[in-house]
């Protein structure tokens, strides 16, 4: 009996990376998600007990232990992602597509592996990984028409949101299940026909939180960096990764960091470099305990709050403007 395990990021790119993988390909596959900063899921694999693992949109250095523990069991894993993935491991069992330029996803390279089959969920992941340049230009090229095309838009901002949490408790939806929705259909237009109550939930909590969110000041603020405080509070987790790309999309020029209190008294941070100059985030996030991601967005999970300010140098100094 196959056991197959299809292991993704909890936001807009992992799940339309393998929606994607699995209207090509069906499987009876065991899914493996979470919020969209759990991104050491590999581990969750039984390694006696795989058959095969599709990983999708996390971090390779961040499961390496695992993956090399599933390759020595002599269980043959895919990997698609595009964050950095440090060294990647030479072994027969693995086949990885990683792509870490800034202007791609996980979706869009699963789409040039399909050669577009399902080029409308990748442009809902794209959009949903804020990469608007890349999803404006494909759809410019496409039949949509503009309503279709910002439904799309919409769609993937949505999906995205509701990956936010400290807990799949937060979110509006499990991964997993929004996943099951979605992955019915071979359109998101057609989604977005047959399941408007899963839409509607979505967009009413999206508008509800960003009101919040917006109407919140920048506490610091350097010419071409500016940072945000949300409060330890469901709504604020929920936003803080749209309530980023939206300050981003806003001023091209200028980086943002959006700092959620935690419980504990430590802070998530949502590090986005600017649109004019797309580098560097990864390596910020990574200085400091429990950060990582990719060039033009990452995170911090858990700031101690000794660190804070420290941060706040680094990160002003980083994307300071003159």
Request: with cysteine; proline share 4%; aromatic share 8%.
């Amino acid at each position: 009996m196959m056991n197959r395990f299809d292991v993704f990021n909890g936001d807009a790119d992992g799940i339309c990376a393998l929606i994607q993988l699995r209207l090509e390909t069906p499987s009876d596959t065991q899914l493996i998600t979470g919020v969209k900063r759990d991104i050491s899921l590999l581990k969750q694999v039984p390694a006696n007990e795989a058959s095969e693992v599709t990983a999708l949109d996390i971090s390779m250095a961040k499961n390496l232990p695992a993956l090399n523990n599933l390759l020595e069991s002599g269980v043959p894993v895919t990997y698609v992602d595009h964050h950095d993935p440090g060294t990647i491991p030479e072994h027969p069992q693995l086949t990885h597509h990683i792509h870490t330029a800034s202007n791609t996803c996980t979706s869009l390279i699963v789409d040039k592996l399909l050669k577009g089959k399902y080029r409308e969920w990748a442009l809902v992941g794209a959009y949903g990984d804020n990469m608007l340049a890349t999803a404006n230009a494909l759809i410019s090229k496409s039949s949509l028409s503009d309503n279709e095309a910002q439904q799309l838009e919409k769609l993937g901002v949505y999906a995205n949101y509701n990956g936010y949490g400290a807990s799949e408790e937060d979110l509006h939806f499990y991964p997993a299940d929004l996943y099951r929705h979605m992955v019915q259909f071979s359109s998101p237009l057609a989604f977005l026909n047959e399941c408007q109550s899963v839409f509607e939930k979505l967009e009413s909590g999206y508008v509800e939180d960003n009101s919040k969110a917006s109407a919140i000041n920048a506490f610091s603020e350097k010419t071409g960096s500016r940072a945000f405080m949300l409060p330890d509070e469901a709504w604020a987790r929920r936003v803080s990764g749209v309530f980023s790309n939206a300050l981003t999309n806003q001023d091209a020029d200028t980086a943002n960091a959006v700092i959620t209190e935690r419980h504990d008294g430590s802070y998530l941070v949502s590090i986005r470099a600017p649109l004019t100059n797309r580098t560097g985030a990864n390596e910020l996030a990574s200085s400091f305990p429990t950060g990582g991601g990719r060039q033009a967005a990452a995170g911090i999970n858990a700031l101690p709050a000794d660190q804070l300010d420290a941060f706040l140098a680094a990160f002003h100094q980083r994307y300071h403007r003159s």
